[in-house]
C-alpha cells in the first residue's frame, strides 16, 4: 500500500484480556519495526523483523507480549493478559534495509479498563 | 551504547522567531540520523534524514539540520517558526539497518 497501516486504530480492553494489534507495512520494505509510547513520553523500541532473519526482541516488556511476522508482510503484535500500563499508543514503522527511510503508521492507542 | 539525547524537554518560542532544537548521538560509527514531528493525536512524520554527504540536510517545511561530527551533534533548525509548528520533535538514530533509537522528544510551544 501507500503507507503503513495499523488496525485498529483504536482498542478498549478490560484488564486480562489478550489483544492483537496488526501493522500492514508499505510493499516492498523489508524491515519493520514496533514501537510503545505512553503518554507525554517518548517512543520506546519493542521488536525489529528484518526480512527472514530473527527478529532483534530485545525490547519486548515482558512474555506477555509477542510479535510475528511471516515474511515481509503483515505484522501481528500480542499482549496476553493486558495490563494498566500497557496503555499507549502502539506505533509500527517499516524501511528498506539498505538506506533506511523508516514511515510510521498512525498508530493503535491501547486502553486497559 | 547507540543512544540519542534530546537535553530540552520543552521549548518556547514566538511566532516569528528562529528555532534550534539540539540533539546529540552515541554511536561508534557515523550513524543515519533523522528528525520526526509528531502533532497533537497525530502520528510521527519524517521531517529530514542524514546517510552521508553533504552536512547540512533540507528537510520538508522549512526545516534543517547540520551533522556536526566534532561536537556529534544533529540539531534542526529553522529560521521562522509558523505556529503550526507547535509539536513534539523527535530525534532518531541507527547504525546501519539497525534499530532506530529516539531521544525522548522536545515539545515545542509557539507564542503569537
Known amino acids: 500500500g501507500a503507507g503503513v497501516s495499523q488496525s485498529p486504530s483504536n482498542k478498549v480492553t478490560e484488564k486480562g484480556k489478550d489483544v492483537e494489534l496488526r501493522c500492514d507495512p508499505i510493499s516492498g520494505h523489508t524491515a519493520l519495526y514496533w514501537y510503545r509510547q505512553r503518554l507525554g513520553q517518548g517512543l520506546e523500541f519493542l521488536i525489529y523483523f528484518q526480512g527472514n532473519s530473527a527478529p532483534d526482541k530485545s525490547g519486548l516488556p515482558s512474555d506477555r507480549f509477542s510479535a510475528e511476522r511471516t515474511g515481509e508482510s503483515v505484522s501481528t503484535l500480542t499482549i496476553q493478559r493486558t495490563q494498566q500500563e500497557d496503555s499507549a499508543v502502539y506505533l509500527c514503522?517499516?524501511?528498506?534495509?539498505?538506506?533506511?527511510?523508516?514511515?510510521f503508521g498512525s498508530g493503535t492507542r491501547l486502553t486497559v479498563v | 551504547a547507540q543512544s540519542v539525547t534530546q537535553p530540552d524537554i520543552h521549548i518556547t518560542v514566538s511566532e516569528g522567531a528562529s528555532l534550534e532544537l539540539r540533539c546529540n548521538y552515541s554511536?561508534?560509527?557515523?550513524?543515519?540520523l533523522f528528525w520526526y514531528v509528531q502533532s497533537p493525536g497525530q502520528g510521527l512524520q519524517l521531517l529530514l534524514k542524514y546517510f552521508s554527504g553533504d552536512t547540512l540536510v533540507q528537510g520538508i517545511k522549512g526545516f534543517e539540520a547540520e551533522f556536526k561530527r566534532s561536537q556529534s551533534s544533529f540539531n534542526l533548525r529553522k529560521p521562522s517558526v509558523h505556529w503550526s509548528d507547535a509539536a513534539e520533535y523527535f530525534c532518531?538514530?541507527?547504525?546501519?539497518?539497525?534499530?532506530?533509537?529516539f531521544g525522548t522528544g522536545t515539545r515545542l510551544t509557539v507564542i503569537p
Open positions: 514503522a517499516s524501511s528498506f534495509a539498505r538506506r533506511p527511510g523508516y514511515t
Open positions: 532518531a538514530g541507527s547504525e546501519g539497518a539497525n534499530n532506530l533509537f
Open positions: 554511536y561508534g560509527a557515523t550513524p543515519y
